[in-house]
């Protein structure tokens, strides 16, 4: 039973793109490792640019400096 955590910032991501990517993980782990779609689960978790740090800085921080 495979499980797959997105981890993205949420700014903005539709329901529709959600399930996309939900779908493509899906059919990639059945293509490649032949697992079974059915037992298949994928979790995206949607992150606050303030609780997501690169370099030091937050997310928040570094995007209002440009």
Do not use: C, F, H
């Not at 997105?6 to 779908?23: N, P, R, S």
């Not at 995206?44 to 440009?66: A, M």
């Amino acid at each position: 039973m495979p499980y797959v955590n997105i981890k993205i910032t949420d700014e903005g991501v539709t329901a529709e793109q959600k399930a996309e990517l939900i779908k493509g993980v899906t059919d990639l782990l059945v293509k490649v490792l032949d697992k079974n779609p059915q037992t298949t689960v994928v979790v995206i978790d949607e992150v606050s640019t303030d609780n997501w740090g690169i370099g030091g800085e937050t997310v928040t921080v570094k995007r209002n400096k440009k």
